[in-house]
């Protein structure tokens, strides 16, 4: 993959952006597990699926990452905010918590399930 300085065309850039985009997906794939693996870990720790003070310090590593790297930090917090919203409709799914604590959502903005192979644990 050639740095974006190296692209000496639009498609050459595009290519570029493709493959970052797959390697994105990659990654929020084993995010998601990670959530699929909490959802396994918090009954047993008596946890719920929103712990406001692990989001306020999600968002305020994210923020000082972004910083450190060179990107918008209003535009990683804002990402992260999603992907938060969207883990945590996901496991309050699975533990049957409703909707509790979580700001109102469309119904489009509810996270779909797949299957788990070994069942619930």
Not at 50 to 75: F, H, M, T, Y
Not at 82 to 110: F, K, V
């Amino acid at each position: 993959m050639k740095a974006p300085s190296e692209c000496q065309s639009m498609s050459e850039l595009r290519m570029t952006i493709d493959a970052l985009d797959r390697h994105l997906i990659e990654m929020l794939r084993l995010r998601q597990d990670c959530i699929d693996r909490a959802i396994q870990l918090k009954p047993a720790e008596g946890l719920p699926a929103r712990i406001e003070s692990r989001v306020v310090q999600v968002i305020a590593n994210v923020r000082a990452s972004a910083v450190a790297k060179g990107v918008d930090p209003d535009l990683a917090a804002s990402l992260w905010r999603s992907l938060i919203e969207w883990s945590i409709a996901r496991e309050q799914a699975e533990l049957g918590e409703g909707n509790a604590g979580r700001p109102a959502a469309d119904a489009a903005e509810l996270p779909e399930t797949r299957p788990r192979s070994g069942g619930k644990a």
